[in-house]
């Protein structure tokens, strides 16, 4: 690789040929100009979308349950699902889960089996899904979705495959391509796909102590919010608690400190969290900072007086921890306006994106009021007390059983929310929404066109720590100090966590001049799997805090 570069640094006009960090992106987008834009993309697509997940193919892949009654679209060809344990339908001629092109805007149906309540899924690396768990005759089901350029694929289902009953679980990619899945009601414990067989016993179920420890008499530690740390280690946070867990030896490293405040920030006081951008870019000396971010919930007991018909304000406070500090305690700071069951999203410019949830309640049907529709940014590098800024509101509800995602061109897809339980559209203070959004982040507005990089030609598989080339092209002068390029994890959302999702800021060697508006970046793949899983990214350059649209890449 050395050669390499220095073959470049002799054969080319270097602009910049030593590493950057991220404390130098100093040129912030004047988001307080500037708050967004709203675009309804359907009024109606057949389902609301409990779960979210961008695939390779630029689709989106979305389901509900499948127990509540027909939806708003049939499924093709006259096909019919029958099930006998199904509580709402035996026989049900319409779809629960639909197959959304991001490039024409048009979606079609899928058919899923068996009932998908409240599951959880992730991305293997060859790219296909694998979605786990749910309800009833579901809720020990894998299913896969292996994405295809044809009107073709379609759920395959493998029943009875999971050890225990998965509804509201939570599942972690690991570095060696296992999915690792955690909880769920009344599952205090994880289990891996593939299976594992322990000593030649067969596949297991290992108890997680901490889990049991965590619930409550309102639960509280449903979906568990996972992120996978670059010791290969998992953090872990359930109610007020976190650890450090060693998943292969079933040991907790680390306790770390309790959030502040003592109020619960999981299911069904659903709160959200995201472990901050990873930047590659530290001296050569230093580890590199891991933060995770904790925002929103609900004040203990506010699910059970929401069933009651009492609504308290929700949590206000994000708390944010960095986990391998040696004293490591929770910087809390107060968000615009409360929130429950909002989602949170990483954005390509390394912002947290605030999204959906009401500001009074909890999480279930019925229990949420006072809809939250304006979108927050938060920016981590800011100076405390300037991070956060407020958006344009969307004039639609987005409750209970609504998500986002991240898409390739910088929007934030958002979808669903359904907070009764059959779908329900007149009469109801909030109504089911079948409708399909999206949302521009200010740095999508034209005015910042000049300034933002198009990747023109790129290497599409990023082997570990190897030299990798991407060209780009920039309408007006390069400014290196605030160019970087950026690895982002498409998630599986839902329940307002988005599984699976991270970002690496990769390693920049040097930019060469090419000829006019274009420029060549040296870039280091992800430094280890634990990093950066295998399997596809969306690959982001930011110039001045302008993305430009994603290309796939596949690590591996």
């Keep these: 690789m050395n050669i390499l570069i220095f073959f470049l640094i002799l054969t080319s006009q270097i602009i910049y040929n030593l590493p950057i960090t991220s404390s130098q992106l100093t040129d912030p987008t004047p988001y307080s100009g500037n708050q967004g834009q709203w675009r309804l993309l359907h009024s109606s697509v057949g389902i609301s979308a409990m779960h979210m997940q961008l695939l390779r193919t630029n689709k989106v892949i979305m389901f509900d349950r499948t127990d509540y009654g027909p939806s708003n679209i049939s499924l093709p060809r006259g096909q019919c699902r029958r099930d006998p344990n199904d509580a709402a339908l035996k026989v049900d001629c319409t779809a629960h889960s639909i197959l959304y092109d991001l490039g024409s805007n048009t979606f079609r149906p899928l058919t899923v089996h068996t009932d998908t309540w409240c599951s959880s899924g992730s991305v293997l690396p060859d790219g296909t899904l694998v979605q786990t768990g749910g309800y009833n005759d579901g809720d020990r089901v894998v299913r896969t979705f292996s994405p295809c350029n044809n009107d073709y694929c379609d759920w395959l289902e493998l029943p009875n495959y ?4 998965r509804w509201y679980a939570t599942n972690q990619i690991l570095p060696d391509g296992r999915v690792i899945i955690v909880g769920g009601r009344q599952q205090f414990n994880y289990e891996f796909y593939p299976r594992s067989s322990q000593n030649q016993g067969g596949p297991r179920t290992i108890w997680l102590e901490f889990l049991r420890q965590t619930t409550d008499q309102d639960e509280n530690n449903l979906y568990p919010f996972l992120h996978l740390l670059p010791d290969g ?6 109610n007020t608690k976190s650890i450090i867990f060693d998943y292969s030896q079933n040991a907790v490293v680390r306790e770390l400190p309790n959030i502040p405040g003592g109020d619960p920030r999981n299911y069904p006081s659903t709160g959200s969290s995201v472990l901050l951008p990873l930047d590659e870019n530290t001296p050569s000396n230093g580890s590199i900072e891991v933060e995770i971010m904790v925002c929103g919930g ?5 699910y059970v007086l929401a069933l009651h018909g009492e609504f308290i304000n929700a949590l206000g406070t994000c708390g944010r921890l960095n986990v391998y500090d040696p004293n490591p305690r929770w910087l809390v700071e107060l968000m615009p306006v409360p929130r429950v069951m909002a989602d949170m999203l990483l954005l390509p410019t390394g912002d947290v994106i605030i999204i959906n949830g009401a ?3 909890a ?3 019925e229990n949420g009021r006072d809809p939250v529709t304006k979108p927050v940014i938060y920016r981590p590098s800011e100076v405390l007390n300037h991070r956060f800024s407020v958006m344009i509101g969307s004039p639609r509800a987005r409750l209970y059983h609504s998500t986002a995602v991240l898409v390739p061109d910088g929007r ?5 929310s359904n907070p009764h339980a059959y779908y329900n559209f007149t009469g109801v203070e909030y109504p089911t929404d079948l409708s399909l959004e999206a949302f521009s982040p200010p740095y999508l507005s034209e005015e910042y066109d000049p300034v933002r990089p198009r990747i023109a030609a790129i290497d599409v598989v990023f082997g570990y720590r190897q030299l990798i080339s991407v060209e780009i092209l920039v309408p007006e002068s390069l400014s290196v100090r605030v160019l970087s390029a950026r690895l982002v994890a498409p ?3 839902t329940h307002s966590f988005a599984m699976n999702q991270r970002m690496v800021i990769l390693k920049l060697i040097g930019v060469t001049h090419v000829a006019a508006g274009s420029y060549r970046v ?3 793949g992800p430094s280890t799997a634990e990093i950066a899983p295998p399997g596809y990214y969306l690959l982001f350059v930011v110039h001045a805090d302008i993305p430009s649209s994603a290309a796939w890449v596949r690590v591996q």
Aim: net charge positive.
């Design 491 to 493: 998630s599986f959302t």
């Design 162 to 165: 999971l050890i225990q009953r």
């Design 363 to 365: 999480a279930g049907w």
């Design 298 to 302: 609900a004040p203990r007991n506010s």
């Design 522 to 524: 040296s870039l280091v």
């Design 359 to 361: 500001a009074q309640g």
């Design 233 to 238: 280690n998992l953090f872990i946070f359930a």
């Design 412 to 416: 934030i897809l958002v979808g669903g």
